[in-house]
DNA sequence: ACACGGCATGAACACCTTTGCAAACCTTTT
DNA sequence: AAAAGGTTTGCAAAGGTGTTCATGCCGTGT
C-alpha cells in the first residue's frame, strides 16, 4: 500500500503501547550505517574501523541496544543454553549439586534451562523433548529416567545427554557419577569392622540406578565378609521415610545394632526415631551410616559417619565435557565414575582409616 | 571457488557431523505443501482441511520434526522463558521456594532460566541485563539486589520484574512477600510471653531487606513491651555463622535466657551450639526461635519454633501475577504482603495461640 | 447461469541476527 | 599517476517460524 511500507511500519510499532526493543537496524540507521557493520561492532575479531565502533556504540547506548540472543541463537546454530533436568529439591543433595552446577555453568557462560520433573520415578521423555524444541546445547539430566528411544533421538540430533549422579546403561549417553557400589563395598566393611553386625538396611526408590548400586554393592560385601542383612525396607530417600522404616525395623528387630540408609537424608531420619521416637543412643544403641555427605551431615545435631560424593568434581568433569568442542558426542568412553571417600563422624564406632578417607570426629574448632 | 558454493556448503553440512534437523519447509516438501500450511497444522484454531492435516503430521513425524521454539519466540516476539535470578542454595529455604515455584511455572507452561549469581550481596544487574538479552518474558529475583537504573530499563523494555521473598522499596518493581515485620512482632511477644526476656539476636546480612525487618520489627516490639535486647550479633543466614554467633553470646552473657535468630538455619546453628558445644539445653536453659519454617525446623533432631513462610501462597501470587494477560506490567498495586503464622513446638516455652497459628508441640502421628 | 460466502491454501513479508562475497576506500610503492 | 595491497563496509542470503493478504475452490441460493 504505502509506497515507503518498511519505513511506515516500524513508526508505527515504535510508538504503539508495547513499544518494540530497539534493533540492529535502528541503531544502523542513527549511526549511518549498515547493519552489517553494526553486527560486526558486537563481535570481536572483526575488523571495524576504531572511528565508526565508537559511533555504533554511542548510537546503541543512547536507544538501549543489546543483541537479540535469540536471533543469534538461530542465526548461528548454537547455543550455550543447556538443559538441566531434575525433579527433586526435598532431598538435600539436589540443592548441593545444583548450587556447584549452576554456578560453574555461570562462570563458563553457559546458561541453564531448568526443567522440573513431578516425581523422580517420571519418565524425563517429556522433558528432553522440550529440551530439543528449544534447541538446547545439551541436556544434562540429575534424577529422572529416560526412555532408550528418547535417548537414541538426542542422539540423532547431535544433541548430548550428561546423566550426572547415576548411570545410564547400554545407551550412548553420558554417565558422570560417583562409584556408588564401592562406597557401599566400605560401608559394609566399616560396620562389620566396628562390630556391629546386626544390621538394617534402608533402601531408596526401587528402579533407580543409584539406589541398586547402594543396595547391592552393601548386600554383596556383606555377604563376602560372612554376613547377612537382618532387615531390609525400602523407602523413598526422604527423611521421614527413613524415620517410619527405622521405627519399623526397631519394633521388629529389638536386637538390631546398625542402621545402614542408602541416603543422608534417611540417615537423619532414622537417626531421630532412634533418639527422640524411641529414646535410645547412637551409636551406643545403634551405629547408623548414611551416603552423600550432605551438608547437613556435618551439623552438630547428627554428625553422621558417610560417604562423602566429590560434587565438585563431579561437576567440574561435567563441565569439562560440555566445554569440549563436541560436547561430549564423539567421547569414547561413557560412564565417568569418581571414587567418593569415607567420612568418619559420630554415629558409628571408630574404625582404621583407609587412603583418602578423613576422620572428623573432633568437631572443627569453634 | 567451488562454482556451486553455497549448494555445496549446505550438502556438506547436511550429510557432516551435524546433520541439520528438519524444519518445517521439509515437512512441507515431503507432504507437498507449503510451510504456511505446516504452520498451521500445529497452530490450533487455524483452519485446515483434516485429510492435508494428517498427511503433514504423519510427514512430520517421519522427519523427526518439531517446532523450533527459538524461531517461534523470534517471530511471535513473546516467550514462556522467565528468568529466575537467586544467588544462594545453601540457606534451606532457597531450595523450598524453587522447587514450589518451578514446579508450579512447569504446571502453567512457564520455563525458568535459572541465573545464578555468587553472592547474596553481589548487584543482580550484570545477570538482569542478560535475561534481557534473552528476551525472557519476565524476571523474578529472589535473593539479589538490583539497582534502580536497571529496575528502570526492565520497566522500558516491559519486561515485568517481580521480587520474590523481598520487597523494593520506591521502584516499579512488584514484591511479593511474607510480612517480615509482623512475624518478627510476634516473636518478641512470643519470647516475653514465656517469660525469656534476657534475648541475643543473630541478624542476617547487613543490606538485605528481609533482614532489616525480622531484625527491626522485633526491637520495635520488644521495646513496645518494655524490654531491650541483651546483645545482638550480625551474621549471614548460615548455620556456621549462626553457630559462632551463639557461642560468643553464651560466652559474654552467661544468664543469656533466649536467642532469636532472623532464620531458621542460623537458629538450627545456635541450638547445636548450645547443646553440644557448651552442654547445655534447649529450651530449659536458652529458649531458640527462627523464622522461615523449613522442613528441617519440624525434624525431630530440632523441632523448632517459628514463624511459618507460605511458601505455596507466595509462589501462587507470583504464578498469577505471571499469567496475567500484561504479565503484572500495569499492576496498581506494587507490594503483595502475605502473612506468616506463628508455629509452636519445642524449643520455647509454650504460649498461647493466636489466629491461624499452630501448635505441633506433639510430634506428628508416627 | 451467476453472484456470493466460506473454507483451504500459497506467496510474501516480518522477526533479528550473522556471514560470504564483492565493492569501495585508503595508503603505499613503482 | 597508476597499480597493488590491505582494510572497511554494504548487499544479500540464510536461519525457522508466524501471519496477512490474495487467490482458488466448492457449494448454495436466486
Chains 1, 2 share one sequence.
Not at 205 to 227: C, H, I, P, V
Request: overall charge negative; hydrophobic content about 40%; charged content about 25%.
Amino acid at each position: 500500500m504505502h509506497p515507503y511500507g518498511d519505513q511506515a511500519m516500524s513508526e508505527t510499532y515504535a510508538n504503539g503501547a508495547g513499544r518494540r526493543r530497539a534493533s540492529s537496524a535502528d541503531v544502523a540507521a542513527l549511526a549511518g550505517v549498515s547493519r552489517a557493520t553494526v553486527s560486526r561492532c558486537f563481535t570481536d575479531g572483526a575488523s571495524i574501523k576504531p572511528e565508526t565502533r565508537d559511533r555504533i556504540l554511542a548510537a546503541a547506548r543512547d536507544l538501549g541496544y543489546e543483541p537479540n540472543l535469540l536471533a543469534r541463537m538461530l542465526n548461528k546454530q548454537e547455543s550455550n543454553i543447556i538443559a538441566v533436568l531434575t525433579s527433586d529439591f526435598a532431598n538435600p543433595f539436589q540443592p548441593a549439586l545444583m548450587e556447584a552446577l549452576t554456578g560453574r555453568m555461570r562462570e563458563e557462560g553457559l546458561t541453564p534451562l531448568l526443567l522440573k520433573g513431578q516425581s523422580a520415578t517420571e519418565s524425563a521423555d517429556a522433558l528432553i523433548q522440550l529440551a530439543l524444541s528449544y534447541r538446547v546445547a545439551a541436556i544434562v539430566v540429575t534424577v529422572l529416567n529416560a526412555s532408550h528411544r528418547m535417548i537414541a533421538r538426542c542422539f540423532e540430533a547431535d544433541v548430548p545427554l550428561i546423566f550426572l549422579n547415576r548411570v545410564a546403561e547400554d545407551t550412548p549417553a553420558i554417565s558422570v557419577c560417583v562409584n556408588s557400589r564401592s562406597g557401599a563395598h566400605r560401608i559394609a566393611e566399616v560396620l562389620v569392622e566396628g562390630g556391629t553386625t546386626r544390621i538394617g538396611m534402608i533402601s531408596g526408590k526401587a528402579g533407580s540406578w543409584t539406589n541398586s548400586m547402594r543396595r547391592g554393592g552393601f548386600r554383596q560385601r556383606l555377604d563376602e565378609l560372612g554376613y547377612d542383612v537382618l532387615t531390609s525396607i525400602q523407602a523413598d530417600f526422604s527423611y521421614e521415610g527413613g524415620r517410619v522404616a527405622a521405627l519399623e525395623m526397631m519394633d521388629a528387630y529389638p536386637r538390631l545394632n546398625a542402621i545402614y540408609a542408602c541416603n543422608d537424608a534417611m540417615a537423619f531420619g532414622a537417626m531421630d526415631a532412634i533418639r527422640y521416637d524411641r529414646g535410645r543412643r547412637v551409636p551406643d544403641d545403634i551405629a547408623v551410616i548414611g551416603f552423600d555427605d550432605v551438608p547437613v551431615a556435618a551439623w552438630g545435631a547428627y554428625r553422621l559417619t558417610t560417604i562423602h560424593q566429590p560434587v565438585a568434581q563431579l561437576v567440574e568433569q561435567t563441565i569439562h565435557i560440555l566445554k569440549r568442542p563436541d560436547r561430549g558426542l564423539a567421547l569414547s568412553e561413557q560412564a565417568f565414575l569418581h571414587d567418593g571417600h569415607f567420612v568418619q563422624r559420630l554415629t558409628t564406632s571408630p574404625v582404621k582409616l583407609g587412603d583418602g578417607d578423613t576422620d572428623e570426629r573432633d568437631p572443627p574448632p569453634a
